[in-house]
């Protein structure tokens, strides 16, 4: 992605807690996207977060620091179902741009 | 309401061919953006339409074209088809700077 960063694996215990760490170029800035992306699907909308400050949506929480160029995805209570790829993706001038995602193995 | 629609889902082409895909965005939707996704890579964006024009263009060549109709439709047009173009087309509708709702792609395989 465009001077977007992430990890590109992770692993976690069905059950246990796992954060996603991005960070981005912060020239234009708009906003700052998570997608969540099963193998062969398309992406589906998590989190937006555009001030700085933690967003929480259920087991999902998103964090972002603009001074900072970071954000991150917090998955609580993790299941199997939730083994996927993460895609942060930064809004700014007008279009939205993605890094290249991190997939996130959840085991028994 | 139906989301966003792509057409078609899968896609064989060869070499040299061009190919035509299809987006009809989600209700209520003015803006429409192609995007490109490689295996184990994140989407590359292609290109975006507002008002049946252009707006913003990522790094892809002229082999790279687009329309968008009054309905908000669109289309992305490849021609000449090189191998490397077999990726995932995905197609996000969104009202500027919102987020962004995707279709379930059109699968290229060029051969």
Redesign the interface.
């Known amino acids: ?1 465009q001077n977007i960063d992430q990890p590109t694996e992770m692993t976690a215990t069905e059950g246990a807690i796992v954060q996603i760490n991005c960070t981005y170029q912060t020239s234009g800035f ?2 700052l ?1 998570w ?1 969540q992306q099963h193998a062969g ?5 998590l989190s ?1 977060n555009v001030l700085d400050g933690l967003e929480e949506k259920g087991r999902f929480s998103s964090f972002l620091s603009r001074s900072k160029g970071y954000s991150y995805l917090l998955l609580k209570e993790l299941q199997m179902k939730d083994s996927a790829s993460y ?1 942060c ?1 930064r ?1 700014g ?9 991190t997939r996130l193995l959840v085991s028994p | 309401d139906a989301g966003v629609t792509q057409s078609p889902t899968h896609l064989i082409k060869t070499r040299g061919q061009q190919v035509t895909l299809r987006c009809s965005p989600k209700s209520g939707h003015d803006t429409v ?1 192609w ?1 490109q996704q490689a295996l ?6 292609i290109f ?1 339409y507002y008002e049946e024009e252009e ?2 263009r ?1 790094n892809f060549p002229d082999r790279f074209s687009g329309h968008q109709f009054p309905n908000y439709s669109s289309e992305l047009n490849v021609n000449a088809l090189l191998l490397g173009d077999s990726a995932l087309y ?1 197609c ?1 509708s969104s009202l ?2 919102t ?7 059109t699968r290229l395989t060029v051969v």
Do not use: D
């Not at chain 1, 001038?93 to 995602?101: A, S």
């Open positions: 992605g708009n906003g996207f997608y699907e398309a992406p589906t909308f937006y895609l993706a809004m001038f007008q279009k939205l741009v993605f890094g290249t995602g | 953006s995007y184990g890579q994140g989407p590359q964006f975006q707006r913003q990522g995905l996000a500027t700077n987020e962004a709702f995707f279709g379930q792609g």
